[in-house]
């Protein structure tokens, strides 16, 4: 079936980097796009960007901007956020969810979504 | 940027129960407007999309409707495993959820 498999928890310390990857199968990877959510405790889920599977195209929130990068290795059918200058307020789940970008009509949803990477910042 | 305002932010209700949530969008904003449902330790899961679009898989208990700034998701007929955060989304904002728990 269908799934996005995340890689396992990670504790960082502040000034650092985390790179989550996120592992699809169960359908074409290079038919959609992935974005990236993290959800901080007791906040809502925030979007961070995506990333088009097919070109590789990416588009970064600019909450974001400048700090965090989307690659994807389209052999491996992976694609993976990077991170980079850490802070506490960083800590949160990250989730990668999938995009069919070319589904006609286009409705602009994510309709499967990994369990999540805890990514905890802390010194 | 659009904001996206849900309410209530939690609700108490018993099984079997019709529950409703609304999403309020700062502007008029288009069709696309899907929910999710978000349970810790577990994927998150699309219910409806386009407004009214129940996604494959998704118990017809689940029902979304509105339209201009005004959005609903109704759950008919409450089921234990209906217990979670409920999140609105306009590309790309989230609301701030609606947390349904047990009375």
């Known amino acids: 079936q269908v799934q996005l498999v995340q890689s396992g928890a990670e504790v960082k310390r502040p000034g650092a980097s985390v790179k989550v990857s996120c592992g699809a199968s169960?359908?074409?990877?290079?038919?959609?796009?992935i974005h990236w959510v993290r959800q901080a405790p007791g906040q809502r889920p925030e979007w961070m960007g995506w990333i088009n599977i097919g070109n590789g195209d990416t588009k970064y929130s600019r909450a974001f901007q400048g700090r965090v990068t989307f690659t994807r290795d389209t052999s491996a059918s992976a694609a993976y956020m990077e991170l980079s200058s850490l802070r506490p307020e960083d800590t949160a789940v990250y989730y990668c969810?999938?995009?069919?970008?070319?589904?006609?009509?286009?409705?602009?949803?994510?309709?499967?979504w990994g369990k999540g990477t805890t990514v905890t910042v802390s010194s | 940027d659009i904001q996206l305002s849900q309410s209530p932010s939690f609700l108490s209700a018993s099984v079997g129960d019709r529950v409703t949530i609304t999403c309020r969008a700062s502007q008029v904003i288009s069709s696309y407007l899907a929910w999710y449902q978000l349970k810790p330790g577990k994927a998150p899961k699309l219910l409806i999309y386009a407004v009214s679009t129940l996604q494959s898989g998704v118990p017809s208990r689940f029902s979304g409707s509105g339209f201009g700034t005004d959005f609903t998701l109704t759950i008919s007929n409450l089921q234990p495993d209906d217990f979670a955060t409920y999140y609105c989304q306009h590309p790309w904002t989230f609301g701030q959820g609606t947390n349904v728990e047990f009375k």
């Open positions: 969810a999938r995009d069919m970008i070319l589904a006609r009509p286009y409705y602009f949803y994510m309709d499967v």
């Open positions: 169960g359908y074409i990877f290079t038919n959609c796009a």
